[in-house]
């Protein structure tokens, strides 16, 4: 079979005007996010491996926050009133004019289709026999309401709504995923052939499979043998199982690269998560978005990692947070309760216990010790802290920014320092001591002699 992609241009139309109401949420449904991505982005990126030319979301409901989401990715069709999936995909034909391409139609909550199965509807319909419509079919364990494809070898006799099928029809397994593959030459003079004489009163997009058959047409169906690809996203419920079932997979995939999982079930993985090999998660670790993990390290329980990048060997938590922005060099340490935001922790550097440390640089083999605070905003701006290599900060020390402390300087246990320290000098911020001989008995004499005559009174 030809590969699609040698003989035609490609347009995406992806439909996104439901109103969501079983989301119960002020925010588009399309734009809920799985694995720290909006759903309707994760299709996006699907598409894009197959380089297409235009893309057309149509919108209804919530159409603002799709612009703000899409950034002038793709082109905004508006269907108002909404009269069913038919006429929604109408909705895009100006967007489309003069394209003759080929035309994927594709939904906002069904977020999971793979390049691989896009790719597959496209090359069957350039096959030899010249289909007109290409369904994507799966077979479900519960046909619930969906949609029937009927079909023998692959080739599509007529396509029913579960609503307006027969008890014969609704007996077939093979189900609409709703996809389908037309040629842009096609897809419009197909669509405004569809009538509305149907129990839901609307213009179904599936109709143009039966108007393209009563022409003497082919159509034809590809299916997948995941369901879980071709499941939309209606609810709340809806949701979290799809997260569930992305993150299954995920854990599956780190452990076959090469990471140990301590408790798999309790790891969590944003979309673009990269894990090297000889890694070790313990449980309870969450992963946000833009992070990298080197080979040979360790995450230790109950850390939340996003943002960042954890070079080869490198060692954090328990309960370590580390914040966009940071990055964590060969070799370095973040111990327990220590947090980090745009931060750079240089090779073999450590801050082992209650540390935060943001908008900051350390160098390499510098020890920071428990209790240790840049202060990095004044309520107007953020400043910049730089630690010099093998530089040792005492504990419960705050370096207030912009500061720089060089290298191999030391700074006293308790220090308030705003001021920079050269290097190899030894800086000490603190009040003298007052010493009050008998002061402590005399009050606390004092007190429990008060607390006694009210007690009295």
Known sequence: MTDASTVSPLAIIVLAAGKGTRMKSDLHKVLHSIAGRPMLMHLMASAAALSPERQVVVAGHGREQLEKALAGSADIAVQDP????GHAVQQAEAALAGFGGDVLILYGDVPFVRAETMRAMLERLHGADNPAVVVLGFEPEDTLQYGRVI???????????HK??????????????GLMAVRGTELFGLLARVGNDNAQGEYYLTDIVNVANADGRVCAVVTTDDADEVMGINSRGELAEAESRWQKKRRVQAMADGATLVAPETVWFAYDTQVGRDVTIEQNVVFGPGVTVADRVVIHAFSHVEGAALGEGVSIGPFARIRPGSVLEEGSRIGNFVEMKNTRLGKGAKANHLTYLGDADVGAAANIGAGTITCNYDGYFKHRTVIGERAFIGSNS???????IG??????AGSAVSRDVSDGELRLVRADQLVKPGWADRFHDAMKKKKAEKAKG
């Open 82 to 85: 909404q009269l069913g999936t």
């Open 398 to 404: 705050s370096l207030i920014a912009p500061i720089k």
């Open 164 to 177: 307006d099928a027969s008890e014969a029809e609704r007996a077939c397994r093979l189900c609409n995923s």
């Open 151 to 161: 079909a023998a070898d692959g080739v599509v006799t007529r396509m029913v709504e």
């Open 407 to 412: 290298a191999d300087a030391i700074v006293a």
